[in-house]
């Protein structure tokens, strides 16, 4: 039998109204799964950090789906070598803006080769540090965290204050970059003039990460990007518990134990998933009372636990 017309249509439009839109359910769900995840995350790096005995302050960003959770995020702590990578920043937007060439020579004075302190290149002129390409001073500089090689950058465009206001003029704020290597080896206190929050930490790299993606082959940002993959510092750090051959764009930080506390060991970089995408990852120890042993396997395990986060989800 059929319905009349009238009825049908009552019969349909109360149907439809019964039932709630797929669409809509399942963004609920996802949305509370999702903080689900997240609040167990939380917990999980907060119960890794518990054994470094210090202040563990960890961001991480997602450029490809937004993901982002901090802990300790706003805190200002010291950066000790991480303040390379910002220092060569600036150093390439002079290249840039044609001030300098990465084939420039620049000549070291005597009183720039100090001893006893971190120095690769000091090292393999051990007769004294012949005029060296620009190229050849960043390299050392960022993948083997020289200290005579920052030194003489900083010289060379100006000082610390250069570079701190280079990088508060791309927009990134929460950061205070005071004084050189050797500065800080002089007095305890100095090393913390240097810090930056987790926050802005992933901001920086966040900065390469989009420069670099955007510039064509052989441009500043590609080959910073390439000099932070070649980095030989703390392989037991946020690469300790990655699977092999995980492509880390990073730079690391260490700085001096007085009295049982190590003011930092840090690492922060571009981790790239299996999937093709992006985790931006920062994790700074800061004035820890564990043993360099335990403070690296924190980081490790913080970046393995972020890792899973983002490929088992």
Same mark, same amino acid.
């Given at each position: ?25 399942? /963004? ?8 689900? *995840? ?22 991480? =960003?997602?450029?490809? +789906? ?20 910002? /220092? ?5 937007? *002079?290249? &840039? @803006? ?5 084939? +420039?020579?620049?000549? =070291? ?6 001893? +006893? ?16 390409? /620009? ?11 020289? $200290?005579?090689?920052? &030194? ?15 990088? @508060? ?21 100095? *090393?913390?003039? $240097? ?7 992933? *901001? ?8 670099? $993606? ?26 300790? /518990? ?15 134990? $007085? ?48 890792? +899973? ?5």
């Amino acid at each position: 039998m059929k319905l009349p017309a009238l009825a049908l249509a009552l019969l349909l439009l109360s149907s439809c109204g019964s039932h709630k839109s797929p669409t809509d359910s399942t /963004l609920v769900n996802d949305q509370k799964s999702n903080q689900n *995840q997240e609040s167990i995350l939380r917990k999980q790096l907060l119960e890794i950090s518990d054994s470094a005995k210090g202040t563990v302050g960890i961001s991480f =960003f997602c450029p490809e +789906d937004g993901d982002t959770l901090s802990i300790h995020g706003h805190d200002h702590l010291p950066t000790q070598s991480v303040y390379k990578l910002m /220092l060569s920043m600036a150093v390439l937007d *002079q290249v &840039d @803006h044609g001030k300098l060439k990465l084939d +420039d020579k620049i000549h =070291f004075e005597k009183t720039d080769v100090v001893p +006893d302190t971190h120095s690769p290149i000091r090292d393999k002129y051990p007769k004294g540090i012949p005029d060296l390409p /620009l190229s050849e001073i960043l390299s050392a500089t960022v993948s083997q965290s020289d $200290n005579i090689g920052c &030194d003489r950058l900083f010289r060379l465009i100006g000082g610390p204050k250069v570079v701190n206001d280079y990088i @508060h003029s791309i927009g990134i704020t929460e950061l205070n970059i005071a004084t050189t290597e050797q500065e800080m080896h002089g007095d305890w206190n100095i *090393q913390y003039t $240097n810090w930056c929050s987790p926050l802005a930490m992933v *901001q920086i790299l966040d900065w390469i990460f989009k420069k670099s $993606n955007a510039a064509p082959s052989g441009a500043t940002p590609v080959y910073l990007r390439k000099l932070m993959v070649e980095t030989t510092t703390g392989p037991k750090r946020i690469k300790g /518990l990655l699977p092999p051959n995980t492509e880390v764009a990073h730079k690391t930080g260490s700085g001096p134990t $007085n009295k049982g506390i190590t003011s930092a060991t840090n690492d922060a970089g571009i981790i790239t998933l299996p999937n093709g995408k992006h985790l931006i990852l920062a994790v700074f120890v800061s004035d820890s009372k564990a043993s360099e042993e335990v403070r690296e396997r924190v980081m490790a395990k913080v970046a393995k636990a972020v890792y +899973d986060f983002k490929t088992l989800k």
